[in-house]
């Protein structure tokens, strides 16, 4: 098992988690992005970054992605590409994606787009909470755990 992260816009503080949980199960956490990080130094956490474009680093994590990876990711259609290739998938807020799941999720983000499309103002996601963040950490130890 790997853990492949969508970087671009992942909060320091669920980067902070991840490295954490990564170093103390040893397990790799590969960071994709069109721009570099700071991480801990540790043989278990590693930066990849891909050339600036749209999609450039969804693309790099479908690809690398193996079944029973783990790919942590907001982007819902990246989610369910990596669903269809056998990876476990979970948001930075700790909710996990699932083939049961995935079909629903994508028809509210196209309902979404096709609503700013057409003028619609709305508002974008809450801030992280501490309740997210601890959703995250405990989705995150669940999955790591069951590997």
Same mark, same amino acid.
């Given at each position: 098992?790997?853990? @492949?992260?969508?970087?671009?816009?992942?909060?320091?503080?669920?980067?902070?988690?991840?490295?954490?949980?990564?170093?103390?199960?040893?397990?790799?956490?590969?960071?994709?992005?069109?721009?570099?990080?700071?991480?801990?130094?540790?043989?278990?956490?590693? @930066?990849?970054?891909?050339?600036?474009?749209?999609?450039?680093?969804?693309?790099?994590?479908?690809?690398?992605?193996?079944?029973?990876?783990?790919?942590?990711?907001?982007?819902?259609?990246?989610?369910?590409?990596?669903?269809?290739?056998?990876?476990?998938?979970?948001?930075?807020?700790?909710?996990?994606?699932?083939?049961?799941?995935?079909?629903?999720?994508?028809?509210?983000?196209?309902? @979404?787009?096709?609503?700013?499309?057409?003028?619609?103002?709305?508002?974008?996601?809450?801030?992280?909470?501490?309740?997210?963040?601890?959703?995250?950490?405990?989705?995150?130890?669940?999955?790591?755990?069951?590997?």
């Amino acid at each position: 098992m790997q853990i @492949y992260i969508d970087a671009d816009a992942i909060p320091n503080v669920i980067k902070e988690i991840i490295c954490r949980a990564a170093i103390r199960t040893q397990v790799n956490a590969i960071f994709i992005a069109n721009r570099a990080t700071q991480l801990p130094s540790s043989p278990f956490l590693s @930066y990849r970054v891909v050339r600036d474009g749209f999609d450039v680093a969804d693309k790099a994590i479908v690809q690398a992605c193996e079944p029973k990876d783990l790919v942590i990711t907001s982007d819902i259609p990246l989610a369910a590409e990596a669903i269809e290739k056998g990876a476990e998938v979970v948001s930075p807020r700790g909710e996990r994606f699932t083939k049961a799941n995935i079909g629903a999720r994508l028809n509210m983000r196209d309902f @979404y787009d096709t609503m700013r499309a057409s003028g619609i103002q709305s508002r974008g996601p809450a801030p992280l909470s501490s309740q997210d963040k601890q959703a995250f950490a405990n989705a995150l130890d669940r999955l790591l755990a069951k590997r």
